[in-house]
Every structure is written in structure tokens, then in C-alpha cells.
């Protein structure tokens, strides 16, 4: 099982969305693709942003979301 939950993911990174915006994340499947992509990139060489202790890349993208050190953006506001 993972833990943080799902839920408790989306607790906190929707946490961070200003007053009057609708939610950053709306579903899990938000979640798993920005971990996944974040997974990716500690694979490419990335330096964690969390204590890694030799955890696989997967385990420390969701420490780093959790602990709020990446933020889920939306395609429009890559731009």
C-alpha cells in the first residue's frame, strides 16, 4: 500500500491552489502521472529533493510531492 494515500496526495497539493481557484487535481490519475514523470527525471540523474536513503525513484517522487517540494501545474499554465 502506498502511503500518503491518494487522498492525503491530493489534500496537499490542493492545498497550495489560491483562494477562488478551483482545485489543482481532481483525480488520481493527475497524481500517478506527475509522480511518474517526476520518477522519471530522478532516473535521468535528478538530484532528490528528499532524503532518498537508496529508496526506488517512485518512493521519493511521492515524499517530494507530499512534503510539497513539486507542484502539479496544468498544461495551461506551462505556457
Avoid at 25 to 41: E, G
Wanted: avoid cysteine.
Amino acid at each position: 500500500m502506498i502511503h500518503p494515500s491518494y487522498s492525503d496526495l491530493m489534500k496537499v497539493v490542493n492545498s497550495e491552489a489560491e483562494q477562488g481557484e478551483g482545485k489543482a487535481v481532481n483525480s488520481r490519475y493527475s497524481i500517478v502521472m506527475a509522480t511518474s514523470k517526476r520518477a522519471r527525471q530522478l532516473i535521468n540523474g535528478e538530484d532528490a529533493m528528499v532524503e532518498d536513503g537508496a529508496r526506488k525513484p517512485l518512493s521519493v517522487a511521492i515524499d517530494e510531492l507530499n512534503e510539497g517540494k513539486i507542484k502539479i501545474i496544468g498544461d495551461e499554465e506551462e505556457e
